[in-house]
Nanobody, 113 residues
Framework: VQLVESGGGLVQAGGSLILSCAASGTTLTFNSMAWYRQAPGKQRELVAAITSGGSTNYADSVKGRFTISRGNAQNTVYLHMNSLKSEDTAVYYC????????WGRGTQVTVSS
């Protein structure tokens, strides 16, 4: 199974970005897909997650600003990020789980103040 993230980049504070993650190598639907992030010198943290049934949960720091959704294509997930802040700067990783846990290589998001 391979997860590939895209959509990261440099954006000014207050701006928006959309991250995408597409999985390949399996025909099974993941039980859950999620976005994590890791800032320099900090531990990796959960940003948002969504189950196959559509239930979502968010880190308190992104509630009301970020939205996670699953795409029409099987095993795709998006993260819509609005009102970005400098503290959102991090490498964002896609995560998928079904019996095993899978990770993407990450995409850099940099928010300039």
């Amino acid at each position: 199974v391979q997860l590939v993230e895209s959509g990261g980049g440099l954006v000014q504070a207050g701006g928006s970005l959309i991250l995408s993650c597409a999985a390949s190598g399996t025909t099974l639907t993941f039980n859950s897909m999620a976005w994590y992030r890791q800032a320099p010198g900090k531990q990796r943290e959960l940003v948002a997650a969504i189950t196959s049934g559509g239930s979502t949960n968010y880190a308190d720091s992104v509630k009301g600003r970020f939205t996670i959704s699953r795409g029409n294509a099987q095993n795709t997930v998006y993260l819509h990020m609005n009102s970005l802040k400098s503290e959102d700067t991090a490498v964002y990783y896609c995560n998928a789980q079904r019996n095993l846990e899978h990770w993407g290589r990450g995409t850099q998001v940099t928010v300039s103040s």
